[in-house]
């Protein structure tokens, strides 16, 4: 929770891997989505509801995460899945399959959803030198279905993933915790900063289907 109780509550809801989990940081306040959520405490009283599970593919969310991230009904919803099934030898059109379904289910509840994607996964510095270039392409490949299923769908916002959420840590090591495969604190001070305008977007859409029932109740 952010923010004080009188204010109107927000309720985000974030669904995925360990791009949410975050096991490189060294506190929790350091997550991404954390420090953006932090940032609406001033206006609203933030409830911040963590699904996500370390590992997790496609599958794994609408299996275990899905019917309760529906069942919140979120004013914001954040899905940031996609690379486990890149890494882990997904088909891409299972994945895209898989992407629909999430969606589908979430747009019926939420009005704002921010669909996360992916950077160039060969930057990790845990990978061995011969497994790059295939993991730069199904990178690639799988943000690409991420960008087409967002286009396609006008309550989805997806964040600007290829720019410096990829160039830059492939630029600087130190945005990777110890284990030199997550991101750490600098790497998720770096999404929250690239991702925060897609979340915006998202916000303004809650806020505008908020605005939206609060007319017809009063016209009603």
């Known amino acids: 929770m952010f923010g004080d109780p009188s204010l109107p509550r927000l309720r985000i809801v974030v669904l995925g891997d360990s791009s949410i989990t975050a096991p490189g940081v060294t506190r929790l306040d350091n997550i991404w989505v954390r420090r953006v959520a932090r940032r609406w405490a001033d206006r609203y009283h933030v409830e911040l509801i963590a699904l996500a599970v370390g590992g997790s593919k496609a599958h794994d969310v609408i299996e275990g995460q899905l019917a309760e991230a529906v069942r919140l009904a979120p004013d914001v919803a954040v899905v940031s899945v996609g690379a486990n099934d890149a890494l882990r030898g997904v088909p891409p059109a299972s994945y895209e399959r898989r992407l629909h379904r999430i969606l589908d289910d979430l747009e019926a509840v939420a009005p704002g959803i921010v669909l996360i994607g992916m950077g160039d996964m060969a930057s990790v510095p845990r990978l061995p030198p011969a497994l790059r270039p295939y993991v730069a392409w199904r990178s690639r490949v ?54 925060a305008p897609s979340m915006e977007a998202a916000l303004a859409a809650a806020e505008a289907a908020r605005a939206d029932v609060s007319r017809r109740r009063r016209g009603s």
């Open 142 to 195: 799988f943000n690409q279905i991420c960008v087409a299923v967002a286009a396609s769908r006008p309550k989805v916002i997806k964040p600007y993933t290829r720019g410096r959420m990829s160039s830059a840590f492939w630029e600087d090591p130190a945005l990777f915790a110890p284990d030199q495969f997550h991101a750490g604190d600098l790497g998720h001070a770096l999404f929250a900063e690239e991702i």
